[in-house]
């Protein structure tokens, strides 16, 4: 695709229900990240994926939050028994391959909202 | 937590001024990158300086970096309507090199015609 793409874009949830939110990162991109912005502040990292694998999940707030890459391309951010504090922006943001000093391409990410 | 500061917080100019805007962080960093987020937009990238580089331009952007003083500057000149947006610098710090990046809290920047 054109670009990084994110669904639902939106997604209104009760407290306690679980959620999924998907991210098609650009087709061929190794890296893949995960971000939580909360209203108001800057994106805060989650986790990295390099292909399939979870290199790195040391932002992921609680045991409830789950991230998955089977096969290297989608992937999927799942949340267990949602809390309020959970609300925010999660954004997904793919790069051609590792390396610093490479350009990550953000979707236009996932805004939860739990009630 | 958040590894850069955005100052000011907020920015409010008319059409054709500069704006100017710092971000200053707290450890060593591979790059530092500058993003915009528009109102229900994604991030989308401006510019990336790597640690070695003092000063780079990409169209009516300007960015400096100083490592002495772990700070980084933004410019856009000739500002337009179009440029209101919030404005995020974010630090590339990993040691291993698979780029990881810490943002900060961001600026607000509102442009008047």
């Known amino acids: 695709g054109a670009g990084v793409s994110q669904s639902p874009r939106y997604k209104v949830a009760k407290r306690g229900q679980d959620v999924a939110l998907r991210c098609d990162p650009i087709?061929?991109?190794?890296?893949l990240f995960w971000y939580q912005q909360a209203l108001g502040q800057g994106p805060e990292f989650l986790t990295y994926f390099q292909n399939e694998a979870q290199l790195d999940k040391s932002g992921l707030p609680s045991d409830r939050f789950f991230a998955e890459r089977p096969e290297g391309s989608v992937s999927t951010l799942k949340i267990q028994r949602t809390q309020q504090e959970d609300s925010a922006v999660y954004l997904c943001?793919?790069?051609?391959?590792?390396?610093?000093?490479?350009?990550?391409?953000f979707g236009q990410g996932t805004r939860l909202t739990v009630v | 937590s958040q590894q850069g500061e955005e100052d000011p917080q907020a920015l409010s100019i008319q059409e054709g001024e500069n704006a100017t805007m710092n971000c200053s962080y707290k450890t060593s960093i591979n790059n530092l990158q500058w993003y915009r987020q528009n109102s229900g937009r994604g991030l989308v990238h401006l510019i990336l300086i790597r640690s070695n580089e003092r000063e780079k331009h990409s169209g009516r952007l300007r960015v400096t970096l100083d490592t002495s003083k772990k700070s980084s500057s933004l410019l856009i000149t000739a500002s337009r309507a179009a440029d209101t947006a919030s404005y995020f610098c974010a630090t590339d710090v990993t040691t291993d090199s698979w780029g990881k990046l810490q943002f900060g809290a961001g600026t607000q920047v509102v442009v008047t015609p």
């Open positions: 943001a793919s790069s051609r391959q590792q390396g610093m000093n490479t350009e990550a391409f």
């Open positions: 087709s061929g991109h190794v890296s």
